[in-house]
T-cell receptor
Framework: AQTVTQSQPEMSVQEAETVTLSCTYDTSESDYYLFWYKQPPSRQMILVIRQEAYKQQNATENRFSVNFQKAAKSFSLKISDSQLGDAAMYFC???????????FGTGTRLKVLA | NAGVTQTPKFQVLKTGQSMTLQCAQDMNHEYMSWYRQDPGMGLRLIHYSVGAGITDQGEVPNGYNVSRSTTEDFPLRLLSAAPSQTSVYFC?????????????FGEGSRLTVL
């Protein structure tokens, strides 16, 4: 069975600094997607970034980028120039393109210090 | 632009009562799913559906029923609520044709079972 592990329950970063959130996963499938979702205090789940497993190039979205290491089954999120609005719970997620099942990690709470 | 609509947003039940969490989407998405979010456990898949008339179990299906009679609606039924079902519930949808894996979430429903 697929699993997603986020080993950092909480992280802090100074405003304007860079922070990296870790995620590892386990799967025997070759075709899948990986995601980072943000959940601010409003509770709304917001897609931050998506990575297709068949793409070697790391995905980027403005200040957000990933380090996708397929062989190591690692998928970390880097947030550059951190802003107060980045404070939220971040969830790493895996999706199997064959079964459409999604597996979420337990989340990392990010605090941004002014 | 409604997206995914969940009702109610808050509900308090007594043990043994039944209720239905409603979920509707207006994006013509084939895929719909229900998750529960508990502290320290991330989001766990309860049930999902890949189209009208088709449903399947996720990771934690016990105590919950679903049906999918239309593309738009995917209600989640609790037949006899238990305190262990106290949680925040999210409905999410995704298109399957040209699947990108992105889930669109409702705003969540907080359920308390006394």
């Amino acid at each position: 069975a697929q699993t997603v592990t986020q080993s950092q329950p909480e992280m802090s970063v100074q405003e304007a600094e860079t922070v990296t959130l870790s995620c590892t996963y386990d799967t025997s499938e070759s075709d899948y997607y990986l995601f980072w979702y943000k959940q601010p205090p409003s509770r709304q789940m917001i897609l931050v970034i998506r990575q297709e497993a068949y793409k070697q190039q790391n995905a980027t979205e403005n200040r957000f980028s990933v380090n996708f290491q397929k062989a190591a089954k690692s998928f970390s999120l880097k947030i550059s120039d951190s802003q107060l609005g980045d404070a939220a719970m971040y969830f790493c997620a895996y999706a199997d393109s064959g079964t459409y099942k999604y597996i979420f990690g337990t989340g990392t709470r990010l605090k941004v210090l002014a | 632009n409604a997206g995914v609509t969940q009702t109610p947003k808050f509900q308090v039940l007594k043990t043994g009562q039944s209720m239905t969490l409603q979920c509707a989407q207006d994006m013509n998405h084939e895929y719909m799913s229900w998750y529960r979010q508990d502290p320290g456990m991330g989001l766990r898949l309860i049930h999902y559906s890949v189209g009208a008339g088709i449903t399947d179990q996720g990771e934690v299906p016990n105590g919950y029923n679903v049906s999918r009679s239309t593309t738009e609606d995917f209600p989640l039924r609790l037949l006899s609520a238990a305190p262990s079902q106290t949680s925040v519930y999210f409905c999410a949808s995704s298109r399957q044709g040209g699947w990108t894996g992105e889930l669109f979430f409702g705003e969540g429903s907080r359920l308390t079972v006394l």
